[in-house]
């Protein structure tokens, strides 16, 4: 098996962590791993494999000799940085908002359209995490029932918002007041994730509608959002409303969910078994359940999924792609 030149961009943080840990965990063929990440963390040393590595700065005169680097740094350092590494030859796979929305870079849901990374440039964006685990139950029907509409309302745990997130409710959960969001997170759920528009939606819903849009090259789907952040530590569910364009049964959506990759068919009320961030964290498929159907509208279906932010909404579908790849026909 060819071995690669991997760089990990942002290595110490909350994403680029778990990008080590899941490289280790799926075994990807690595011949030289680089890690990067600021000035303030060179130096320190990290452990992959049972060998130490030490942090390097990132500068602009990385990604020599670098098959692939997955990002995790933020939108400014993509998008300073994710052209130098492309013009060297080296395959991005961007975790940040930098690339999601330009027409030369493909976003991808391995499970989806891993063919759209052969005809973009060598910059791949990894989409929204809450999109990931959305667009996963909603390809399938898409390709048997057909798509009219679709809203969505999530759950998104403070994990989302990296570390601060993650030390704002530990921080609230002390009686202490809270430093990051604007309300105490651990006694409310705060219907405000990323800056407000003129129209009333956040940049994280609209982030949710076009990247659908984009991933099922579905242009003129209907789609709006409400993205909610809960004082939950790991993992995001969403409450999808589908308005389908074919008749359908209970049991034909079912199906068609359980067989598609990526995916687990978690839902047996009676029994309490639907998703949860308890099933789900530490895992890399989206878990799907209360089905059902929409008492509103003709063709209309209710399903509620929950998938591990960091990992399948980030770090793993990053890896996920990489896996997927064929790296060297991939270059440009």
């Keep these: 098996m060819k071995k690669y030149n991997v760089a990990v961009v942002g290595a110490t943080g909350l994403v680029g962590r778990t990008f080590l ?65 492309a013009k060297k030859g080296c395959v991005v796979i961007d975790n940040s908002s930098a690339w999601r929305m330009d027409n030369d870079c493909a976003l991808i849901v391995p499970e989806i359209n891993i063919d759209d990374a052969y005809s973009k440039s060598n910059i791949i964006a990894n989409p929204n995490c809450s999109t990931i685990q959305s667009v996963l139950p909603l390809k399938p029907l898409l390709d048997k029932f057909g798509l009219k509409r679709v809203v969505y309302t999530t759950y998104q745990s403070v994990s989302g918002s990296g570390q601060k997130g993650v030390n704002d409710l530990i921080r609230c959960k002390n009686g202490e007041k809270p430093e990051f969001y604007p309300y105490d997170i651990a006694n409310t759920c705060i219907p405000e994730i990323d800056e407000f528009l003129d129209d009333g939606y956040t940049k994280e819903e609209m982030k949710m509608v076009n990247e659908t849009r984009k991933i099922l090259h579905v242009d003129n789907l209907l789609i709006s959002a409400t993205c909610i952040r809960v004082p939950v530590e790991a993992c995001h569910g969403v409450m999808i409303q589908v308005e389908l364009e074919k008749e359908f049964t209970i049991e034909g959506v079912k199906e068609a969910l359980s067989s598609y990759p990526g995916i687990i068919l978690y839902d047996d009320v009676k029994n309490h078994i639907y998703p949860n961030s308890i099933v789900a964290k530490d895992k890399d498929d989206v878990y799907v359940g209360r089905i059902r159907r929409d008492l509103s509208c003709e063709n209309g279906l209710l399903l509620y999924c929950v998938a591990d932010n960091i990992r399948k909404g980030a770090a793993a579908n990053a890896v996920q792609i990489a896996m997927a790849l064929d790296i060297d026909k991939c270059k440009k």
Aim: hydrophobic share 45%.
């Design 21 to 85: 840990k899941v490289l280790e965990e799926y075994d990807f063929p690595i011949n030289n791993l680089v890690l990067y990440a600021s000035a303030r963390s060179a130096g320190k040393k990290v452990l992959f494999k049972d060998k130490e590595y030490t942090i390097v700065e990132l500068t602009h005169d990385a990604f020599d000799n670098i098959d692939i680097a997955l990002f995790s740094a933020g939108g400014g350092v993509s998008k300073e940085y994710a052209p130098i590494a």
